[in-house]
Protein backbone atom coordinates (compact mmCIF):
# COMPACT_ATOMS: atom_id res chain seq x y z
CA UNK A 1 0.00 0.00 0.00
CA UNK A 2 2.92 2.50 1.17
CA UNK A 3 4.59 1.36 -1.35
CA UNK A 4 1.84 2.00 -4.29
CA UNK A 5 1.48 5.25 -3.09
CA UNK A 6 5.47 5.84 -3.53
CA UNK A 7 5.20 4.74 -7.26
CA UNK A 8 2.25 6.58 -7.92
CA UNK A 9 3.75 9.83 -6.04
CA UNK A 10 6.89 9.06 -8.19
CA UNK A 11 5.54 8.60 -11.89
CA UNK A 12 2.84 11.31 -11.87
CA UNK A 13 5.52 14.10 -12.84
CA UNK A 14 7.13 11.87 -15.04
CA UNK A 15 4.44 10.17 -16.95
CA UNK A 16 3.48 13.74 -17.29
CA UNK A 17 6.11 15.27 -18.68
CA UNK A 18 7.03 12.41 -20.95
CA UNK A 19 3.69 12.06 -22.36
CA UNK A 20 3.06 15.46 -23.35
CA UNK A 21 6.31 17.17 -24.03
CA UNK A 22 5.05 20.22 -24.97
CA UNK A 23 3.07 20.57 -21.87
CA UNK A 24 5.93 23.01 -20.33
CA UNK A 25 6.05 25.38 -22.86
CA UNK A 26 3.53 27.54 -21.18
CA UNK A 27 5.27 27.40 -17.90
CA UNK A 28 8.36 28.58 -19.81
CA UNK A 29 6.84 31.25 -21.79
CA UNK A 30 5.17 32.90 -18.60
CA UNK A 31 8.23 32.64 -16.56
CA UNK A 32 10.22 34.36 -19.68
CA UNK A 33 7.59 37.10 -20.32
CA UNK A 34 7.35 37.60 -16.20
CA UNK A 35 11.24 37.68 -15.81
CA UNK A 36 11.25 40.65 -18.47
CA UNK A 37 8.42 42.56 -16.61
CA UNK A 38 8.79 44.91 -13.43
CA UNK A 39 5.75 43.63 -10.89
CA UNK A 40 6.21 46.22 -8.05
CA UNK A 41 3.03 44.71 -6.51
CA UNK A 42 4.11 41.84 -6.43
CA UNK A 43 0.97 40.17 -8.13
CA UNK A 44 2.46 37.58 -10.21
CA UNK A 45 3.85 36.17 -6.41
CA UNK A 46 2.30 32.69 -7.17
CA UNK A 47 4.10 32.35 -10.67
CA UNK A 48 6.56 30.07 -9.89
CA UNK A 49 9.04 28.00 -12.36
CA UNK A 50 8.94 25.06 -10.45
CA UNK A 51 5.61 24.36 -10.55
CA UNK A 52 4.78 21.58 -13.42
CA UNK A 53 1.47 23.27 -13.61
CA UNK A 54 0.22 27.15 -14.09
CA UNK A 55 -3.25 26.83 -14.37
CA UNK A 56 -3.47 27.78 -10.75
CA UNK A 57 -1.66 30.60 -11.08
CA UNK A 58 -2.91 34.24 -10.99
CA UNK A 59 -5.01 35.87 -14.02
CA UNK A 60 -4.42 31.95 -15.93
CA UNK A 61 -6.70 29.84 -17.02
CA UNK A 62 -6.39 26.77 -18.78
CA UNK A 63 -8.76 24.35 -20.75
CA UNK A 64 -9.85 22.02 -18.26
CA UNK A 65 -9.80 19.17 -20.38
CA UNK A 66 -5.90 19.54 -21.91
CA UNK A 67 -5.15 21.81 -19.27
CA UNK A 68 -3.00 24.31 -21.46
CA UNK A 69 -3.31 27.84 -20.99
CA UNK A 70 -6.09 29.40 -22.66
CA UNK A 71 -6.67 32.80 -21.02
CA UNK A 72 -4.29 35.44 -19.68
CA UNK A 73 -5.89 38.27 -17.65
CA UNK A 74 -3.77 40.79 -15.91
CA UNK A 75 -5.68 43.99 -16.60
CA UNK A 76 -4.88 46.58 -13.32
CA UNK A 77 -1.97 44.80 -12.22
CA UNK A 78 0.33 47.83 -12.16
CA UNK A 79 2.66 45.75 -14.72
CA UNK A 80 5.54 48.02 -16.85
CA UNK A 81 8.37 47.17 -18.58
CA UNK A 82 7.86 45.75 -22.70
CA UNK A 83 5.57 42.38 -23.41
CA UNK A 84 7.90 40.07 -24.12
CA UNK A 85 8.14 37.14 -26.53
CA UNK A 86 7.50 34.54 -24.03
CA UNK A 87 4.08 34.88 -24.61
CA UNK A 88 4.78 33.71 -28.15
CA UNK A 89 5.00 30.29 -26.33
CA UNK A 90 1.29 29.98 -25.25
CA UNK A 91 0.27 28.05 -28.47
CA UNK A 92 -2.78 27.93 -26.96
CA UNK A 93 -3.90 30.85 -25.88
CA UNK A 94 -7.05 32.66 -26.36
CA UNK A 95 -7.77 35.59 -24.60
CA UNK A 96 -4.79 38.27 -23.86
CA UNK A 97 -5.77 41.33 -21.83
CA UNK A 98 -2.94 43.18 -20.32
CA UNK A 99 -5.63 46.39 -20.10
CA UNK A 100 -4.62 49.17 -17.32
CA UNK A 101 -1.12 48.75 -16.97
CA UNK A 102 1.95 50.57 -17.47
CA UNK A 103 3.39 48.26 -20.21
CA UNK A 104 5.78 50.64 -23.10
CA UNK A 105 7.46 49.60 -26.21
CA UNK A 106 6.07 48.71 -29.16
CA UNK A 107 3.41 46.27 -30.14
CA UNK A 108 5.03 42.82 -30.78
CA UNK A 109 3.88 41.85 -34.85
CA UNK A 110 4.54 38.21 -33.56
CA UNK A 111 1.82 38.01 -31.24
CA UNK A 112 -1.56 37.91 -33.59
CA UNK A 113 0.38 34.75 -34.52
CA UNK A 114 -0.76 32.67 -31.80
CA UNK A 115 -2.50 30.52 -33.45
CA UNK A 116 -5.70 30.33 -31.69
CA UNK A 117 -5.84 34.17 -30.09
CA UNK A 118 -9.49 35.52 -30.32
CA UNK A 119 -9.29 38.49 -28.23
CA UNK A 120 -6.60 40.84 -27.50
CA UNK A 121 -6.88 44.27 -25.19
CA UNK A 122 -3.72 45.96 -24.56
CA UNK A 123 -6.02 49.12 -23.56
CA UNK A 124 -4.24 51.57 -20.91
CA UNK A 125 -0.98 51.14 -21.26
CA UNK A 126 1.76 53.04 -22.75
CA UNK A 127 2.80 51.15 -25.85
CA UNK A 128 3.92 53.68 -28.44
CA UNK A 129 5.14 53.51 -32.42
CA UNK A 130 3.08 52.07 -34.99
CA UNK A 131 0.81 49.29 -35.69
CA UNK A 132 2.54 46.80 -37.10
CA UNK A 133 1.84 46.43 -40.69
CA UNK A 134 2.43 42.05 -39.47
CA UNK A 135 0.09 42.11 -36.47
CA UNK A 136 -2.78 41.53 -38.77
CA UNK A 137 -0.86 39.64 -41.33
CA UNK A 138 -2.00 36.44 -39.74
CA UNK A 139 -4.97 36.56 -37.88
CA UNK A 140 -7.41 33.69 -39.11
CA UNK A 141 -8.76 33.40 -35.68
CA UNK A 142 -8.61 37.35 -33.89
CA UNK A 143 -12.11 38.39 -33.12
CA UNK A 144 -11.59 41.71 -31.02
CA UNK A 145 -8.66 43.75 -30.80
CA UNK A 146 -8.07 47.03 -28.21
CA UNK A 147 -5.10 49.26 -27.97
CA UNK A 148 -7.03 51.87 -27.05
CA UNK A 149 -5.82 54.30 -24.47
CA UNK A 150 -1.84 54.16 -25.26
CA UNK A 151 0.12 56.60 -27.73
CA UNK A 152 -0.18 54.71 -31.31
CA UNK A 153 0.67 56.92 -33.95
CA UNK A 154 0.42 56.55 -37.95
CA UNK A 155 -1.82 54.83 -39.87
CA UNK A 156 -4.11 51.90 -39.63
CA UNK A 157 -2.15 49.19 -41.19
CA UNK A 158 -3.26 47.70 -44.73
CA UNK A 159 -3.35 44.51 -43.58
CA UNK A 160 -6.42 44.66 -41.20
CA UNK A 161 -8.23 44.57 -43.99
CA UNK A 162 -7.54 41.19 -44.55
CA UNK A 163 -8.34 39.68 -40.83
CA UNK A 164 -11.65 38.00 -42.36
CA UNK A 165 -12.68 37.29 -38.41
CA UNK A 166 -11.56 40.67 -37.06
CA UNK A 167 -14.91 42.14 -35.74
CA UNK A 168 -14.70 45.00 -33.55
CA UNK A 169 -11.32 46.64 -33.61
CA UNK A 170 -11.04 49.62 -30.26
CA UNK A 171 -7.92 52.20 -31.29
CA UNK A 172 -10.04 55.18 -29.07
CA UNK A 173 -7.57 57.60 -27.45
CA UNK A 174 -4.13 57.20 -29.64
CA UNK A 175 -2.43 59.50 -32.08
CA UNK A 176 -3.40 57.91 -35.29
CA UNK A 177 -4.01 60.04 -37.92
CA UNK A 178 -4.75 57.55 -41.15
CA UNK A 179 -5.79 54.75 -42.30
CA UNK A 180 -9.54 54.63 -41.82
CA UNK A 181 -10.26 53.17 -45.80
CA UNK A 182 -8.60 50.02 -44.44
CA UNK A 183 -11.65 48.89 -41.83
CA UNK A 184 -14.11 46.94 -43.46
CA UNK A 185 -16.14 44.14 -42.81
CA UNK A 186 -15.95 44.61 -39.28
CA UNK A 187 -19.09 45.03 -36.55
CA UNK A 188 -17.55 47.43 -34.47
CA UNK A 189 -14.91 50.48 -35.02
CA UNK A 190 -13.94 52.79 -32.07
CA UNK A 191 -11.54 55.63 -33.67
CA UNK A 192 -12.46 58.12 -30.67
CA UNK A 193 -10.13 60.56 -29.61
CA UNK A 194 -7.29 60.16 -32.58
CA UNK A 195 -6.12 62.80 -35.16
CA UNK A 196 -8.00 61.86 -38.23
CA UNK A 197 -8.38 64.18 -40.38
CA UNK A 198 -10.05 64.65 -44.11
CA UNK A 199 -13.10 63.36 -45.68
CA UNK A 200 -14.44 60.50 -44.46
CA UNK A 201 -14.12 57.78 -47.06
CA UNK A 202 -17.14 57.92 -49.71
CA UNK A 203 -17.22 54.33 -49.30
CA UNK A 204 -17.32 53.59 -45.99
CA UNK A 205 -20.80 52.71 -45.88
CA UNK A 206 -20.17 49.41 -47.51
CA UNK A 207 -19.16 48.15 -44.14
CA UNK A 208 -22.43 46.57 -44.14
CA UNK A 209 -21.96 45.11 -40.78
CA UNK A 210 -21.33 47.52 -38.90
CA UNK A 211 -23.13 48.10 -35.61
CA UNK A 212 -21.09 50.31 -33.70
CA UNK A 213 -19.14 53.46 -35.15
CA UNK A 214 -17.30 55.80 -33.21
CA UNK A 215 -15.43 58.66 -35.19
CA UNK A 216 -15.68 61.20 -32.07
CA UNK A 217 -12.88 63.85 -30.98
CA UNK A 218 -11.00 64.04 -34.30
CA UNK A 219 -10.56 66.07 -36.82
CA UNK A 220 -12.58 64.67 -39.69
CA UNK A 221 -14.81 67.31 -41.96
CA UNK A 222 -17.02 67.85 -44.65
CA UNK A 223 -20.78 66.29 -45.44
CA UNK A 224 -21.61 63.06 -44.23
CA UNK A 225 -20.81 60.22 -46.77
CA UNK A 226 -24.30 59.01 -48.11
CA UNK A 227 -23.15 55.57 -48.01
CA UNK A 228 -23.71 56.08 -44.40
CA UNK A 229 -27.68 55.64 -45.72
CA UNK A 230 -26.42 51.47 -45.98
CA UNK A 231 -25.81 50.82 -42.33
CA UNK A 232 -28.88 49.28 -41.62
CA UNK A 233 -27.84 47.63 -38.98
CA UNK A 234 -26.49 50.29 -37.25
CA UNK A 235 -27.07 51.06 -33.91
CA UNK A 236 -24.54 53.56 -32.56
CA UNK A 237 -23.44 56.22 -34.44
CA UNK A 238 -21.10 58.74 -32.76
CA UNK A 239 -19.21 61.76 -34.45
CA UNK A 240 -19.14 64.08 -31.72
CA UNK A 241 -16.38 66.66 -31.98
CA UNK A 242 -15.29 67.00 -35.53
CA UNK A 243 -16.17 69.69 -37.82
CA UNK A 244 -18.76 68.10 -39.91
CA UNK A 245 -20.96 70.06 -42.20
CA UNK A 246 -24.03 70.81 -43.77
CA UNK A 247 -27.46 69.45 -42.89
CA UNK A 248 -28.34 66.44 -41.06
CA UNK A 249 -29.31 64.24 -44.05
CA UNK A 250 -33.00 63.20 -44.31
CA UNK A 251 -31.88 59.65 -45.01
CA UNK A 252 -30.64 59.76 -41.12
CA UNK A 253 -34.06 58.19 -40.60
CA UNK A 254 -32.95 54.57 -43.36
CA UNK A 255 -30.81 53.79 -40.05
CA UNK A 256 -33.85 52.41 -38.32
CA UNK A 257 -31.61 50.46 -35.83
CA UNK A 258 -29.96 53.82 -34.69
CA UNK A 259 -30.61 53.68 -30.36
CA UNK A 260 -27.81 56.24 -30.28
CA UNK A 261 -26.86 58.72 -32.19
CA UNK A 262 -24.36 61.35 -31.48
CA UNK A 263 -23.22 64.24 -34.11
CA UNK A 264 -22.53 66.57 -31.15
CA UNK A 265 -19.95 69.58 -31.56
CA UNK A 266 -19.74 69.50 -35.45
CA UNK A 267 -20.69 72.06 -37.74
CA UNK A 268 -24.16 70.78 -39.02
CA UNK A 269 -26.71 73.79 -40.43
CA UNK A 270 -30.26 73.35 -41.34
CA UNK A 271 -33.19 72.08 -39.80
CA UNK A 272 -33.13 68.59 -37.98
CA UNK A 273 -35.34 66.95 -40.53
CA UNK A 274 -38.62 65.12 -40.09
CA UNK A 275 -37.86 61.56 -40.94
CA UNK A 276 -35.55 61.30 -37.29
CA UNK A 277 -39.14 60.82 -35.90
CA UNK A 278 -39.06 56.98 -38.27
CA UNK A 279 -35.82 56.34 -35.59
CA UNK A 280 -38.29 54.51 -33.21
CA UNK A 281 -35.28 52.30 -31.11
CA UNK A 282 -33.53 55.42 -30.68
CA UNK A 283 -32.46 56.37 -26.59
CA UNK A 284 -30.21 59.02 -27.10
CA UNK A 285 -29.98 61.73 -28.93
CA UNK A 286 -27.36 64.22 -29.22
CA UNK A 287 -27.45 67.18 -31.37
CA UNK A 288 -25.55 69.86 -29.26
CA UNK A 289 -23.16 72.66 -30.29
CA UNK A 290 -24.19 73.13 -33.93
CA UNK A 291 -25.92 75.34 -35.73
CA UNK A 292 -29.03 73.99 -36.31
CA UNK A 293 -32.34 76.36 -37.08
CA UNK A 294 -35.72 75.72 -37.04
CA UNK A 295 -37.82 73.95 -34.49
CA UNK A 296 -37.94 70.45 -32.99
CA UNK A 297 -40.12 68.49 -35.62
CA UNK A 298 -43.28 67.27 -34.56
CA UNK A 299 -42.34 63.95 -35.96
CA UNK A 300 -40.02 63.58 -32.98
CA UNK A 301 -42.74 62.33 -30.42
CA UNK A 302 -42.52 59.00 -32.67
CA UNK A 303 -39.29 58.45 -31.17
CA UNK A 304 -40.92 56.32 -27.92
CA UNK A 305 -37.73 55.05 -26.55
CA UNK A 306 -35.89 57.91 -26.17
CA UNK A 307 -34.03 58.78 -23.22
CA UNK A 308 -31.94 61.07 -23.31
CA UNK A 309 -31.98 64.21 -25.59
CA UNK A 310 -29.51 66.86 -25.79
CA UNK A 311 -30.24 69.96 -28.46
CA UNK A 312 -28.45 72.76 -26.48
CA UNK A 313 -26.29 75.16 -27.77
CA UNK A 314 -27.71 75.49 -30.96
CA UNK A 315 -29.84 78.28 -33.17
CA UNK A 316 -33.87 76.19 -32.76
CA UNK A 317 -36.32 78.55 -32.27
CA UNK A 318 -40.28 78.22 -31.81
CA UNK A 319 -42.24 77.20 -28.80
CA UNK A 320 -41.34 74.68 -26.62
CA UNK A 321 -43.37 71.67 -27.84
CA UNK A 322 -45.68 69.79 -25.59
CA UNK A 323 -45.09 66.49 -26.77
CA UNK A 324 -41.78 66.69 -25.03
CA UNK A 325 -43.08 66.19 -21.26
CA UNK A 326 -45.16 63.23 -22.83
CA UNK A 327 -42.49 60.73 -24.09
CA UNK A 328 -40.95 59.42 -20.15
CA UNK A 329 -37.17 61.33 -20.98
CA UNK A 330 -34.83 60.69 -18.58
CA UNK A 331 -33.00 64.10 -19.79
CA UNK A 332 -33.80 66.64 -21.71
CA UNK A 333 -31.68 69.49 -22.70
CA UNK A 334 -32.67 72.37 -24.75
CA UNK A 335 -30.18 75.35 -23.15
CA UNK A 336 -28.75 77.99 -25.10
CA UNK A 337 -31.15 78.10 -27.85
CA UNK A 338 -34.20 80.62 -28.98
CA UNK A 339 -37.45 78.58 -27.70
CA UNK A 340 -39.93 81.13 -26.80
CA UNK A 341 -43.31 80.99 -25.35
CA UNK A 342 -44.33 79.44 -22.33
CA UNK A 343 -43.02 76.20 -20.39
CA UNK A 344 -46.28 75.24 -19.71
CA UNK A 345 -46.11 71.55 -19.89
CA UNK A 346 -49.89 69.65 -20.22
CA UNK A 347 -51.65 69.01 -17.53
CA UNK A 348 -50.84 66.96 -14.64
CA UNK A 349 -53.05 64.47 -14.77
CA UNK A 350 -52.30 63.01 -18.68
CA UNK A 351 -48.46 63.08 -18.26
CA UNK A 352 -47.47 62.86 -14.13
CA UNK A 353 -46.55 59.59 -15.31
CA UNK A 354 -44.25 60.04 -17.83
CA UNK A 355 -42.65 62.81 -16.09
CA UNK A 356 -41.71 60.96 -13.15
CA UNK A 357 -39.13 59.31 -14.93
CA UNK A 358 -37.51 63.05 -15.88
CA UNK A 359 -34.32 63.31 -13.88
CA UNK A 360 -32.51 66.21 -15.61
CA UNK A 361 -34.24 69.26 -17.31
CA UNK A 362 -32.11 71.66 -18.22
CA UNK A 363 -34.27 74.81 -20.23
CA UNK A 364 -31.61 77.53 -19.26
CA UNK A 365 -30.41 80.50 -21.77
CA UNK A 366 -33.50 80.48 -24.27
CA UNK A 367 -36.14 83.32 -24.44
CA UNK A 368 -39.07 81.19 -22.29
CA UNK A 369 -41.81 83.74 -20.56
CA UNK A 370 -44.49 82.97 -18.49
CA UNK A 371 -44.52 82.21 -15.02
CA UNK A 372 -43.24 78.44 -13.53
CA UNK A 373 -45.67 75.92 -13.47
CA UNK A 374 -47.82 75.78 -10.14
CA UNK A 375 -47.67 71.87 -10.22
CA UNK A 376 -43.65 71.77 -11.36
CA UNK A 377 -43.72 70.14 -8.25
CA UNK A 378 -44.99 66.84 -10.55
CA UNK A 379 -41.11 66.45 -11.45
CA UNK A 380 -40.64 64.22 -8.13
CA UNK A 381 -37.60 62.35 -9.86
CA UNK A 382 -35.94 65.60 -10.76
CA UNK A 383 -32.19 65.68 -9.66
CA UNK A 384 -31.30 68.90 -11.87
CA UNK A 385 -33.52 71.73 -13.03
CA UNK A 386 -32.05 74.73 -14.98
CA UNK A 387 -33.94 77.31 -15.60
CA UNK A 388 -32.11 80.17 -15.49
CA UNK A 389 -31.71 82.91 -18.41
CA UNK A 390 -35.19 82.96 -19.64
CA UNK A 391 -37.83 86.19 -18.69
CA UNK A 392 -39.95 84.14 -16.22
CA UNK A 393 -41.64 86.07 -14.07
CA UNK A 394 -43.86 85.66 -10.77
CA UNK A 395 -43.66 83.76 -7.74
CA UNK A 396 -41.67 81.10 -7.29
CA UNK A 397 -44.63 78.02 -6.72
CA UNK A 398 -44.64 76.62 -3.39
CA UNK A 399 -44.82 72.94 -4.37
CA UNK A 400 -41.06 73.47 -5.01
CA UNK A 401 -41.19 71.58 -2.18
CA UNK A 402 -42.09 68.34 -3.66
CA UNK A 403 -38.88 68.37 -5.49
CA UNK A 404 -38.09 66.08 -3.37
CA UNK A 405 -34.74 64.58 -5.23
CA UNK A 406 -33.64 67.50 -7.02
CA UNK A 407 -30.05 68.31 -6.14
CA UNK A 408 -29.75 71.52 -8.11
CA UNK A 409 -32.16 74.48 -9.14
CA UNK A 410 -31.03 76.87 -11.17
CA UNK A 411 -33.80 79.79 -11.69
CA UNK A 412 -31.24 82.74 -11.77
CA UNK A 413 -31.73 85.43 -14.18
CA UNK A 414 -35.10 85.80 -14.87
CA UNK A 415 -38.02 88.27 -13.78
CA UNK A 416 -39.35 86.03 -10.52
CA UNK A 417 -40.27 88.12 -7.96
CA UNK A 418 -42.41 87.22 -4.55
CA UNK A 419 -40.43 85.73 -1.31
CA UNK A 420 -38.97 82.20 -1.51
CA UNK A 421 -41.74 80.34 -0.56
CA UNK A 422 -41.22 78.80 3.14
CA UNK A 423 -42.29 74.93 1.22
CA UNK A 424 -38.46 74.90 -0.09
CA UNK A 425 -37.80 72.91 3.26
CA UNK A 426 -39.36 69.88 1.34
CA UNK A 427 -36.83 69.67 -1.08
CA UNK A 428 -34.36 67.74 1.41
CA UNK A 429 -31.91 66.78 -1.65
CA UNK A 430 -30.99 70.59 -2.56
CA UNK A 431 -26.91 70.88 -2.79
CA UNK A 432 -27.17 74.06 -4.98
CA UNK A 433 -30.14 76.66 -5.33
CA UNK A 434 -29.19 79.60 -7.45
CA UNK A 435 -31.50 82.63 -7.30
CA UNK A 436 -29.31 85.53 -7.96
CA UNK A 437 -30.50 88.07 -10.56
CA UNK A 438 -34.54 88.28 -10.07
CA UNK A 439 -36.52 90.23 -7.41
CA UNK A 440 -37.29 88.07 -5.38
CA UNK A 441 -37.51 89.49 -1.83
CA UNK A 442 -37.95 88.93 2.30
CA UNK A 443 -35.72 86.86 4.08
CA UNK A 444 -34.42 83.23 3.21
CA UNK A 445 -36.62 81.13 5.00
CA UNK A 446 -35.77 79.50 8.12
CA UNK A 447 -37.30 76.07 6.82
CA UNK A 448 -34.32 76.10 4.16
CA UNK A 449 -32.13 74.14 6.92
CA UNK A 450 -34.10 71.08 6.25
CA UNK A 451 -32.05 70.85 2.94
CA UNK A 452 -28.89 68.53 3.01
CA UNK A 453 -26.69 71.65 2.10
C1 LIG B 1 2.02 53.68 -13.90
O1 LIG B 1 3.17 54.16 -13.26
C2 LIG B 1 2.98 55.37 -12.58
C3 LIG B 1 4.30 55.87 -12.04
O2 LIG B 1 5.33 54.98 -12.28
C4 LIG B 1 1.98 55.14 -11.46
O3 LIG B 1 1.74 56.35 -10.77
C5 LIG B 1 0.68 54.66 -12.06
O4 LIG B 1 -0.26 54.36 -11.06
C6 LIG B 1 0.90 53.42 -12.91
N1 LIG B 1 -0.33 53.11 -13.60
C7 LIG B 1 -0.85 51.88 -13.64
C8 LIG B 1 -2.12 51.74 -14.38
O5 LIG B 1 -0.32 50.93 -13.12
C1 LIG C 1 5.03 56.48 -20.47
O1 LIG C 1 6.24 56.44 -21.19
C2 LIG C 1 6.94 57.65 -21.18
C3 LIG C 1 8.18 57.44 -22.01
O2 LIG C 1 7.87 56.78 -23.20
C4 LIG C 1 7.30 58.05 -19.76
O3 LIG C 1 7.93 59.31 -19.77
C5 LIG C 1 6.02 58.13 -18.94
O4 LIG C 1 6.33 58.38 -17.58
C6 LIG C 1 5.29 56.83 -19.01
N1 LIG C 1 4.03 56.94 -18.29
C7 LIG C 1 3.65 56.08 -17.36
C8 LIG C 1 2.34 56.33 -16.73
O5 LIG C 1 4.36 55.13 -17.05
C1 LIG D 1 -12.81 51.20 -26.08
O1 LIG D 1 -11.82 51.39 -25.10
C2 LIG D 1 -12.13 52.41 -24.16
C3 LIG D 1 -10.91 52.64 -23.27
O2 LIG D 1 -10.45 51.46 -22.70
C4 LIG D 1 -13.35 51.96 -23.37
O3 LIG D 1 -13.72 52.95 -22.43
C5 LIG D 1 -14.51 51.74 -24.33
O4 LIG D 1 -15.62 51.23 -23.64
C6 LIG D 1 -14.13 50.77 -25.44
N1 LIG D 1 -15.19 50.80 -26.42
C7 LIG D 1 -15.64 49.72 -27.03
C8 LIG D 1 -16.74 49.90 -28.00
O5 LIG D 1 -15.19 48.62 -26.80
C1 LIG E 1 -40.70 56.99 -42.44
O1 LIG E 1 -40.52 55.92 -43.33
C2 LIG E 1 -41.59 55.70 -44.22
C3 LIG E 1 -41.24 54.52 -45.06
O2 LIG E 1 -40.74 53.49 -44.30
C4 LIG E 1 -41.79 56.92 -45.08
O3 LIG E 1 -42.91 56.73 -45.91
C5 LIG E 1 -42.02 58.12 -44.22
O4 LIG E 1 -42.08 59.27 -45.02
C6 LIG E 1 -40.90 58.26 -43.22
N1 LIG E 1 -41.23 59.32 -42.29
C7 LIG E 1 -40.55 60.41 -42.24
C8 LIG E 1 -41.00 61.38 -41.22
O5 LIG E 1 -39.59 60.60 -42.97
C1 LIG F 1 -27.60 76.85 -15.75
O1 LIG F 1 -27.50 77.27 -17.08
C2 LIG F 1 -26.68 78.42 -17.27
C3 LIG F 1 -26.78 78.85 -18.72
O2 LIG F 1 -26.89 77.77 -19.58
C4 LIG F 1 -25.27 78.06 -16.88
O3 LIG F 1 -24.41 79.18 -17.06
C5 LIG F 1 -25.28 77.64 -15.42
O4 LIG F 1 -23.97 77.23 -15.05
C6 LIG F 1 -26.24 76.49 -15.20
N1 LIG F 1 -26.36 76.25 -13.76
C7 LIG F 1 -25.90 75.15 -13.18
C8 LIG F 1 -26.08 75.05 -11.71
O5 LIG F 1 -25.37 74.25 -13.81
Redesign the pocket.
Known sequence: MLFDLCLFLLLVPVFSKSLDPTFNDDVLGLIVFKAGLQDPESKLASWNEEDENPCNWVGVKCDPKTQRVTELVLDGFSLSGHIGHGLLRLQFLQILSL?NNNFTGTINPDLSQLGVLQVVDL??NNLSGLIPDGFFKQCESLRSV?F??NKLTGQIPESLSWCTSLA?V?F??NQLSEGITNLYDLT?I?L?NNRFSGQLPVDIGGCLLLK?L?FSENSLSGDLPESLRRLRSCTSLRLRGNSFAGEIPSWIGELKNLESLDLSTNEFVGRIPSSIGNLTLLKELSLSRNRITGGLPQSMAYCLNLLVLDVSQNELTGNLPSWIFKMGLKSISLSGNGLSKSMQYPSVTSVAASLQGLKVLDLSSNDLSGEIPSDIGVLSSLLFLNISRNRLFGSIPSSIGDLKMTQVLDLSDNKLNGRIPSEIGGAVSLVELILEKNCITGNIPTQIKNCSS
Open positions: SSQSARANSSANQMD
